[in-house]
């Protein structure tokens, strides 16, 4: 746990980045404004996840989920950000299954190529041998003749 509240706080840079995106170019921030909303941001994401966090307990569960955020938001009374946050999730789990596709999908394309490999690395080795074999029995055979 955090031994200082400030180590609660969320990183300045994440908050200016997310503060710029928000206002029009050319609009200035001051510091001591941009700090008032890294303390406030921090306090919403701290009571979210206490929030979350009653509904997990609820369920007999350790782990928080997506349900129980969902849930915190309009217990909250911030129904209005249930739609989008649900579209958001469903966004971020479409996204993620295509990287595990794709990530199976490649490692399948390795596996057949790897599998390729062997098998003509196994029919060099087939080869080579057949084709000492065949030298032997000339050898074998060339001795028989000369004696």
Known sequence: MAERPEDLNLPNAVI???IKEALPDGVNISKEARSAIS???SVFVLYATSCANNF???GKRKTLNASDVLSAMEEMEFQRFVTPLKEALEAYRREQKGKKEASEQKKKD???KTDSEEQD???DEDNDEDEERLEEEEQN???E???
């Open 145 to 147: 003749v000369d004696n």
């Open 16 to 18: 200016t980045r997310i």
């Open 110 to 112: 390795k596996d057949k």
């Open 141 to 143: 055979e060339e001795e």
């Open 39 to 41: 303390r406030a941001a």
């Open 56 to 58: 997990a307990m609820k």
């Open 121 to 123: 690395k196994s029919r």
